[in-house]
DNA sequence: GTGCCTGCTCACGGG
DNA sequence: GAGCAGGCAC
């Protein structure tokens, strides 16, 4: 028995096919994680490529920690040298090492939307130009979709040609990117096309990497734009042995600049690419695809696609009506409790997903009245809190002073008596010296015109000065503290906050800050706070999700992508809410191709259970909105729908009869089957399990994780799925066959 | 320089 | 419905 008999046909086409550009047409629950993996696995087994020479890019965090720790699992030793990283952290690690040729300095500072957002209004205010003309809002997403398509200032105003408004754009555009030279820092964008820039500027740096990465895998290709487009094929240019794993049905991020023809196109763009379907799900009974792919044959630029499973047809998907969004939750609510009490589930089994965050609100009122466990993921991301982002500018100030935005965010923060006519002065003089708005603060006795107020800032500068002294010795979390306490930020908080709970939760949030610090400082083998930072730069939210914690999960469904629960709930199933308002007014059919994509990868996260919800009347916006069902709903053929309708506006009761779909589902997972088998873990006892020298509760050792304890044996195909509880690396789950587990002798 | 009030704007998604 | 910027009074 080899590692790769525990893939499928096409599964085992794609991991065998190295050299030369591959496209994997991988749709939901496909098992394409697997085949990545094998792939790696194979290159390096029986092609003798050295890991070194292998890199895998993805979106999140969370998908390339869940690579990671798949890969080492598989692979074991050289693992490590694989690089699997996100688009934008393999930009950091390139640019740290090399942005001095595009005249930054390499300790630049990465800028989220809040900095954008002021150094753009900055620059409005700076050419006088009207800001109600000019919101901030709309100029950065013009700059960002020209950097997604790499479309430079220059190039800018070149197009907008005789357009006034477009002409004011572009010359925004190129004093915004001055200024965040002059700050040293990059936007999110940037880590993308400063990357593309450098490799095109400098030949010598893009065939280092081009010889390192020999062999490139993309994760989720269809979400790609232009720029990321650029970067793989500058890097694949010379072996072109690239190869993207997406589906074109599960591209949701159009408005991020995603450009959905760079999949549809691959085969134009490598004329020499093998194309590879991956069309079985592992993941959904049979009655939840069939309803997914209903719903996704409506779009017309697809490459042509359908799932299937064995696992039999399952349960109908249930779709209920609520009189309005209070009892759309409740409803929900209810459910999930009667599921967990009488039908096996657990609360870690059910996700909730909405369209939009704002929906989130009423749910989590009803959860917390019934008291029961849940977490939403996504919304205000904890690095965007204030008091959180405050402490940020404190550390990112001691850290470098050149963050002007970060120097003037907390030079008043908690209250110095410095005022805005003080720091307009001091700007003016930093920016007639081009100096930064520290090192002006530093010379504040030549800069003219202040009276009381220097001492005041001497005062500050010093201030920055100690903690800079303490943060050589002190451990990140420790100086967090210090921040916290000598700034008098902690009397702050208590002082301003409007009520006793405002405060509890600052004050949790910042506890969770300095929680988060320990964890860096113990994950990382030489903790810095630029490293810190940077860490801290590049998080989601989703990235934190943990799954061990028995909890209901709440999130968009644009979080939801590449998870799976066996019961989801998509709530708010509407014309108007989703599909959104603005998708059906703009006439694009585009747009509700793109929110009927999203409805598919709703869909597609269920494996087990599905429940459709809508309310007949909603609150939106403190107006309250008379909606239509959803027409995603109205695709779903009736006769995998089971109807209920809540409420006294609820007409009779209604059950679409069995049809032969029901007939078809006899012997799997009919709706009288009890949920409880579905986790089908099987103990030693199990006679298949004779091959195996270790059982559960035995000691085992593997080659990287070290000496664990063997926690379940799970049969998957012709091989045994194998969950151990490591000592320094807790619980991970690998295939028996590769992971060479040995057993300890004791 | 600070604090409060009002009125405006944004309500789609995220690294 | 909520958060924020800007104006105004102190």
Redesign the pocket.
């Known amino acids: 028995m080899t590692i790769y008999d525990t893939l499928n046909e096409m599964q085992k086409e794609a991991a065998f096919h190295t050299e030369g550009p591959l496209l994997i047409l991988a749709g939901a629950g496909s098992g394409k994680t697997r085949t990545i993996i094998h792939r790696m696995a194979y290159l390096i087994d029986e092609k003798g490529v050295n890991p070194y020479n292998i890199m895998a890019i993805t ?4 998908a390339a920690a869940e690579m990671r720790e798949r890969v080492d699992a598989l692979i074991g030793y050289g693992s490590e040298s694989i690089w699997v990283c ?4 393999t930009c950091v690690r390139i640019l740290r090492r090399f942005i001095d040729r595009l005249g930054y300095k390499t300790n630049f500072t990465i800028y ?2 809040d900095d ?3 150094v753009v ?1 900055d620059v409005i ?1 700076r050419m006088n130009l009207d ?2 003309m000019y ?1 901030e ?2 100029v950065l ?1 013009v700059i ?1 979709s020209a ?1 997604d398509e790499l479309i430079g200032p220059d190039e800018m105003m070149i197009r907008a040609a005789g357009n006034y408004a477009e002409r004011k754009i572009a010359e925004i555009y190129k004093e915004y990117q001055e200024q965040l030279k002059k700050n040293n820092a990059v ?3 940037d ?2 096309c400063l990357t593309v820039e450098l490799f095109r500027e400098n030949k010598d740096i893009l065939e280092y990497y081009q010889d390192r990465f020999r062999y490139i895998m993309v994760d989720e290709y269809q979400d790609t734009n232009t720029a990321q487009f650029k970067l793989v094929s500058l890097l694949a240019s010379r072996y072109e042995n690239l190869c993207v794993v997406g589906d074109d049905d599960q591209s ?6 995603a450009n959905i023809s760079n999949i549809l196109d691959f085969e134009d763009t490598y004329p020499n690419a093998r194309v590879i379907k991956l069309e079985q799900n592992y993941r959904s009974m049979q009655n939840i695809l069939n309803a997914a792919n209903a719903v996704i044959q409506h779009n017309l630029g697809r490459k042509n696609k359908k799932l299937w499973s064995d696992k039999g047809d399952g349960e109908k998907v249930k779709f209920s009506i609520y009189d309005n969004g209070i009892e759309e939750a409740e409803g929900v609510v209810e459910d999930i409790k009667k599921k967990v009490l009488t039908e096996g589930y657990s609360y870690k089994d059910c996700a909730v997903l ?6 989130s ?1 009423a749910l989590e009122e009803r959860f917390v009245a019934a008291n029961i466990p849940y977490r939403v ?3 205000v ?1 904890f690095y965007q809190r ?1 008091e959180i982002k405050d402490i940020l500018a404190y550390l990112k100030t001691i850290d470098n002073g050149q963050d002007d935005l970060a120097v003037k965010r907390i030079i ?1 923060v908690p ?9 307009s002065k001091v700007d003016t003089y930093a920016m007639e010296r081009e100096l930064n708005f520290f090192d002006a603060l530093d010379m504040v006795e030549d800069v003219p015109g202040i009276g009381k ?1 220097s001492a005041k800032i001497q005062a500050f500068v010093d201030f920055i000065a100690v903690l800079r002294s303490k943060a050589e010795t002190m451990r990140i979390s420790e100086l967090i503290r210090e921040v916290i306490e000598s700034s008098g930020y902690d009397k702050m908080l208590e002082e ?1 906050a409007a009520d006793e709970d405002e405060i509890a939760e600052r004050i949790s949030n910042l506890e969770e800050f300095v929680s988060k610090a320990v964890t860096y400082e113990e994950g990382t083998d030489e903790p810095t706070l630029s490293g810190f930072l940077e860490e801290v730069a ?6 934190n999700m943990d799954e061990t914690v028995n909890r209901v999960s709440l ?5 939801a992508k590449g998870l799976e629960f066996p019961a989801v709930y998509i709530t708010g199933m509407e014309d108007g809410l989703f599909p ?4 059906i007014s ?1 006439g694009n059919p585009d ?1 509700i191709e ?2 009927r994509r ?1 409805c598919y990868v709703g869909i597609t996260r269920a494996m087990k259970e599905l429940n459709l919800t809508c309310a007949r009347q909603r ?5 309250t909105q008379y909606n239509q069902v959803s027409r995603f709903v109205k695709e779903i053929p009736p006769l995998l729908l089971e109807k209920r309708e809540q409420g006294f506006m609820a007409g009779s009761r209604s059950t679409v009869k069995p049809s032969f779909l029901d007939r078809q589902s006899e012997g799997g997972f009919g709706r009288r089957t009890p949920v409880t088998s579905y986790s089908s873990v099987k103990s030693i006892g199990n006679p298949k399990n004779a091959t195996l020298e270790y059982g559960v509760g035995d000691r085992v050792r593997h080659i990287k994780f070290g000496t664990g304890t063997v926690l379940a044996i799970v049969e998957g195909g012709r091989d045994y799925e194998v969950s151990v509880d490591f000592e320094k690396f807790g619980v991970k789950k690998m295939f028996a066959s590769f992971a060479k587990l040995v057993k300890c002798e004791e």
């Open positions: 979106f999140t965090n969370k996100t688009f934008h952290s989220d939307t954008q957002k002021s209004k205010k800001p109600k919101k809002r709309t997403s960002s950097k936007d999110f964008d880590l993308i949701i991020y159009k408005f991020r600049g909405y369209r939009t965050n704002a929906q609100r993921y996504g919304g991301n204030k008043n209250k110095r008596g410095i005022g805005a006519t003080t720091l107020a301003d590049l998080v989601a939210d989703i990235d999130m968009t469904l644009h979080s959104s308002y603005m998708t703009s747009d793109e929110e999203l609150m939106i916006r403190g107006e």
